[in-house]
């Protein structure tokens, strides 16, 4: 099943060729929001362009209620396993 369409296949790794990142091109967002942001709730948009984001992403209730929905979620499945407290 997973060589149904083989032909397909090599046809759009060569198509997708010059979308194609390097190992390095993806790390750079990665490595300039780790060593020259100074202001947290901003996105790294590639090339390394820093922009700000909107008025509930930087929400710390919102932020709050995410990390307690994911924390319950968490604990449900894993058994409280795998929950830190901080």
Do not use: H, W
Request: aromatic residues 6%.
């Amino acid at each position: 099943m997973l060589r149904r369409y083989p032909i397909l296949g090599y046809g759009m790794s060569y198509a997708m060729e010059p979308l194609k990142k390097s190992q390095f091109e993806g790390a750079v967002p990665t490595v300039y929001a780790v060593t020259v942001t100074k202001n947290s709730g901003q996105f790294i948009c590639a090339p390394a362009t820093p922009e700000e984001a909107s008025e509930m992403a930087q929400s710390d209730e919102l932020m709050e209620n995410l990390m307690t929905l994911t924390r319950d979620l968490v604990s449900e499945k894993t058994g409280g396993e795998a929950v830190v407290s901080i």
